[in-house]
Structures are given as structure tokens and as C-alpha cells.
Antibody, heavy 122, light 107 residues
Framework: QVQLVQSGAEVKKPGASVKVSCKAS????????MHWVRQAPGQGLEWMGW????????NYAQKFQGRVTMTRDTSISTAYMELSRLRSDDTAVYYC???????????????WGQGTLVTVSS | DIQMTQSPSSVSASVGDRVTITCRAS??????LAWYQQKPGKAPKLLIY???SLQSGVPSRFSGSGSGTDFTLTISSLQPEDFATYYC?????????FGPGTKVDIK
């Protein structure tokens, strides 16, 4: 069965960076784009970007350009999202989510990780 | 950028009620729309994709319709496990923009 297991909660100071991991199992990791979505406390969902695990190509939402880096390690079927220059309004649950289409990006997310809470506080 | 709106922002309903949620895109997105259900403390769950296609394993009481700029999610007979927040998401542009959500709670 498809599973996405994310790393644990993080507490960071403003200005620091955080790197969240998402380990995939139960499917061919390189066959499906991986997206990252975040949700601030009590707020809605915000799409951050995607990575093509096959090529390593990325597409980031303009809001996060210059601060976010998405990478992957195909040897361990794991995707990563690193966000730098953290601010208090980056406090949120960060989700990885698999795109539903084989080798294409369709923005339909059929499997999600359990979420990783990142708290930014001085 | 395409903006998504939803109405109502919240709805109170009883078990067995028919519930309809509307989503509007700021420009035409053909049928490139998905609906998700999210329960507190849980990750979202894909219900509908391509505006009207039911995701595998999702009960048939959920249905979606619409194209262009106006879309609806209908729950034909609300069940206790359906009390949750529902989000639409456009999949037309290279941005996966979500709507602000509609909370369905118990009347």
C-alpha cells in the first residue's frame, strides 16, 4: 500500500532553516511527482511547489521562490523540502502529497503524508 | 493568478441532509478541479478530480459537477463521518491553488 511518512515536528528560531523529509513506499517513487502543501494553524491549504522525482526538476509557487528548495534521494525513495529564512508566519503543518498521474503533473493529490508541524518562535 | 472562492464558508446540517458547496474560479479552468475533505488533525483526502470523477474508494453519495468557472460538490445524504472541512483546488495552471474551505458541522 502507498505510504508517505514524514519526519517529526520541528521548532526553529526566526531566520533559521528547516528541512522536512517524506519517505515513500508501496509504489515506484520516480514515477509520480511529489508536491508540498502547508497549512497554518486554523487556516486553509497552500500549495508550495512540486518536484519530479525522476529528473529532479522543480516548480515553486512564486511566494516561496528564493526560500524553498525541494530535492529527492531516489536511493531511499525520499523527498525533501527545505525552507530558509524562517519567519513566525511560516509556522504551519507541512504536508507532502503525491500527484495522481504517472510521469505527469496533474495537481490531483491522491496520497498525503501525515504532516510535519514546524513552529517558528524566538 | 487564478483565485478560488467557496460558498458558504460554513454550513450546519443534519444527518441525512443534502449538502451543496459551491466553488468559483476567477477565470475559466475547464474541468481541472478537485475536491478534498479534511478532518481535524488529519491530512486532506481526495474525493473528486476532473470536476466530476469520483476517486476510488469514495462513497457514491459524493458527487461533483461544473466546468469553466463554477463548480459544485454535493453530498446527497450527509453521514456522521462527513462532518469536516471541504476544499476545492484548481489544477489548470502551474499552481495548485486551493479555495478557502467550507466547514460542514452538525446542526
Amino acid at each position: 500500500q502507498v505510504q508517505l511518512v514524514q519526519s517529526g515536528a520541528e521548532v526553529k528560531k526566526p531566520g533559521a532553516s528547516v528541512k522536512v523529509s517524506c519517505k515513500a513506499s508501496g509504489y515506484t517513487f520516480t514515477g509520480y511527482y511529489m508536491h508540498w502543501v502547508r497549512q497554518a494553524p486554523g487556516q486553509g491549504l497552500e500549495w508550495m511547489g512540486w518536484i519530479n522525482p525522476n529528473s529532479g526538476g522543480t516548480n515553486y509557487a512564486q511566494k516561496f521562490q528564493g526560500r524553498v528548495t525541494m530535492t529527492r534521494d531516489t536511493s531511499i525513495s525520499t523527498a525533501y523540502m527545505e525552507l530558509s529564512r524562517l519567519r513566525s508566519d511560516d509556522t504551519a503543518v507541512y504536508y507532502c502529497a503525491r500527484d495522481s498521474k504517472w510521469l505527469r503533473v496533474k495537481y490531483y493529490f491522491d496520497y498525503w503524508g501525515q504532516g510535519t508541524l514546524v513552529t517558528v518562535s524566538s | 493568478d487564478i483565485q478560488m472562492t467557496q460558498s458558504p464558508s460554513s454550513v450546519s446540517a443534519s444527518v441525512g441532509d443534502r449538502v451543496t458547496i459551491t466553488c468559483r474560479a476567477s477565470q475559466g479552468i475547464s474541468s481541472w478541479l478537485a475536491w478534498y475533505q479534511q478532518k481535524p488533525g488529519k491530512a486532506p483526502k481526495l474525493l473528486i478530480y476532473a470536476a466530476s470523477s469520483l476517486q476510488s474508494g469514495v462513497p457514491s453519495r459524493f458527487s461533483g459537477s461544473g466546468s469553466g468557472t463554477d463548480f459544485t460538490l454535493t453530498i446527497s445524504s450527509l453521514q456522521p463521518e462527513d462532518f469536516a472541512t471541504y476544499y476545492c483546488q484548481q489544477a489548470n495552471s502551474s499552481l495548485g491553488t486551493f479555495g478557502p474551505g467550507t466547514k460542514v458541522d452538525i446542526k
